[in-house]
């Protein structure tokens, strides 16, 4: 008998090529969010997405594999910006806007642990969110978590959208109140936030709990 033939996957193969920065609705309100490359066109979005994007965590969007800009980070790695093409798979996960009380940032921080230990996220939008023009976004930029003792330059951010609260004050100086955006099923979210309140009474709380995607 002939050498065997290897069996053909039946869809496509998932790969580990790393992390990257995509581009969604690079044609109207653009927001870069980061994801999980699954595959040379594919990327997998692990950050949780503005309402004004359309998308949602989970998702699997195409992108047309020529970078519109960079990210770096605080240790130096670059990671290429992606335009977004079209939805590959969506996600049934919805996301919910959340106001918090949280008193440092290790009460934040655990939130964002509850979740991921439930296996859905949370993510700090007072931190996480920067608002670019478009020269900006398509150039290399900084990753930014809102911890910078001034004013960001290119934050082009206004009062009203997530990401004001600490991008418009010192870095050096904690602000308890936090938007916060929270990926996990309808029937989840009261228990992460109650149990995450029940943790430390003293020092959390939230409310002003909306679904907006």
Same mark, same amino acid.
């Given at each position: 008998?002939?050498? $065997?033939?290897?069996?053909? *996957?039946?869809?496509? %193969?998932? !790969?580990?090529?790393?992390?990257? /920065?995509? =581009?969604?609705?690079? #044609? ?34 195409l992108?047309?594999?020529?970078p ?17 093409i079209?939805?590959? $798979?969506?996600s049934?996960? *919805?996301?919910?806007? %959340?106001? !918090?009380?949280?008193?440092?940032? /290790?009460? =934040?921080?655990?939130? #964002? ?86 943790d ?14």
């Amino acid at each position: 008998p002939g050498p $065997a033939t290897p069996h053909a *996957p039946d869809g496509p %193969v998932d !790969l580990a090529l790393g992390s990257a /920065a995509v =581009r969604l609705s690079p #044609e109207g309100e653009a927001e870069v969010v980061w994801g999980r490359r699954l595959d040379p066109a594919r990327v997998e979005v692990l950050s949780i997405p503005l309402p004004s994007s359309g998308r949602r965590w989970g998702e699997v969007v195409l992108h047309d594999g020529v970078p519109h800009g960079e990210r770096t980070t605080a240790d130096g790695s670059v990671y290429p910006v992606f335009d977004e093409i079209e939805l590959w $798979a969506p996600s049934p996960v *919805p996301t919910f806007l %959340v106001l !918090l009380e949280a008193a440092t940032e /290790a009460d =934040r921080d655990a939130l #964002e642990q509850l979740a991921a230990d439930a296996g859905y996220a949370a993510e700090d939008w007072s931190s996480s969110v920067r608002l670019l023009c478009r020269t900006c976004s398509e150039s290399r930029m900084a990753t930014d978590d809102g911890t910078t003792e001034h004013h960001d330059p290119h934050d082009h951010g206004e009062p009203g959208h997530p990401g004001h609260l600490s991008h418009r004050s010192s870095g050096a100086h904690w602000v308890p109140e936090r938007e916060c955006g929270i990926a996990a099923p309808a029937g989840l979210v009261h228990g992460l936030l109650d149990g995450w309140v029940a943790d430390s009474p003293d020092t959390r709380d939230w409310g002003d709990l909306e679904e907006v995607c």
